[in-house]
């Protein structure tokens, strides 16, 4: 009964979830000029002249933010590990017979430290690198996880 657990275990999909911090930094930026904006308003002024520089800088901000927000959900899917191989963003299949090295490195990051990303090299000579959105999960977590799925497979 155990060993029946264990081999089906290896069967079940894998969900990591990866970004582009890119777009994540638009967005802080966007928010970052909001409130510039915001704090540029003369709030005791009477003349409406005043209030239109503090005015587009807010409105610029919230496109920003709004932009890359919906830019950012757009291209954050996930990527599914499964027996038949890796599901990415744009529905392309990585079959694992056409993957030669697969591999988490950690590389530091642009504000919050150090990034995970996943490293595939495909036998055709293809080179991915997608950064991880769970910061949370070491490069040393998920190796783990692929090595206990290839090695069900």
């Known amino acids: 009964m155990n060993t029946q657990l264990s081999e089906s275990s290896y069967k079940e999909e894998v969900k990591i979830y990866y970004d582009s911090p890119q777009k994540l930094t638009q967005f802080y930026c966007g ?4 409130i510039i904006g915001i704090l540029l308003t003369p709030f005791n002024s009477i003349d409406l002249i005043e209030y239109i520089f503090p005015v587009i800088v807010v409105l610029f901000g919230a496109y920003i933010t709004v932009k890359s927000y919906i830019q950012w959900k757009n291209i954050n899917p996930q990527l599914l ?9 744009n529905g392309e299949i ?13 590389k530091e990051g642009y ?38 799925f290839i090695r069900g497979l």
Not at 81 to 89: A, M
């Open 31 to 34: 928010g970052l000029f909001v």
């Open 81 to 89: 590990f499964n027996e038949e191989g890796i599901k990415l963003s």
């Open 94 to 106: 990585i079959h694992w017979n056409e993957i030669s090295i697969i591999e988490a490195i950690e």
């Open 111 to 148: 504000m919050k430290g150090s990034t995970t990303f996943l490293v595939i090299e495909k036998i055709d000579g293809q080179y991915l690198e997608l950064s991880l959105n769970d910061f949370n999960t070491t490069a040393e977590e998920v190796n783990s996880i692929l090595y206990k």
